[in-house]
């Protein structure tokens, strides 16, 4: 059974630091593109980072320069290291697999989700 669990939210404050993980576990996905989403009360999921089976990595326009996507296809994880948070980073954040074989930044292309992991940044 495939199953994807994130990891390492939490509350912290306007220009800290947070890393978030995602354990993928059920089948090997080093062929396979993994994206992080998040979505914060009322809004829709949005697209935050994603990186290739290759390790080539995307990102938003509002998270480019503060945030670093990376995955490790031995430990079949992924990686999402956040510097200077801001109040409007505050969501909850999910991790997701994309089987299609090319990079997507939209939620309809990913098969896999994780539960989600909540990060708050207070300012």
């Known amino acids: 059974q495939v199953q994807l669990v994130e990891s390492g939210g939490g509350l912290v404050q306007a220009g800290d630091s947070l890393g978030l993980s995602c354990a993928a576990s059920?089948?090997?996905?080093?062929?396979?593109?993994m994206g992080w989403f998040r979505q914060a009360p009322g809004k829709g999921r949005e697209f935050v980072a994603a990186?290739?089976?290759?390790?080539?990595?995307i990102y938003a326009g509002r998270v480019k320069g503060r945030f670093t996507v990376s995955r490790d296809n031995a430990n079949n994880t992924m990686s999402l290291h956040m510097n200077s948070l801001k109040p409007e980073d505050t969501a909850v954040y999910y991790c997701?697999?994309?089987?299609?074989?090319?990079?997507?930044?939209?939620?309809?292309?990913?098969?896999?989700w994780g539960p989600g992991t909540q990060v708050t940044v207070s300012s």
């Open positions: 997701a697999v994309d089987r299609t074989g090319i990079i997507h930044t939209t939620t309809s292309e990913y098969d896999y």
């Open positions: 990186v290739s089976w290759s390790g080539t990595p």
């Open positions: 059920g089948r090997t996905f080093s062929r396979d593109n």
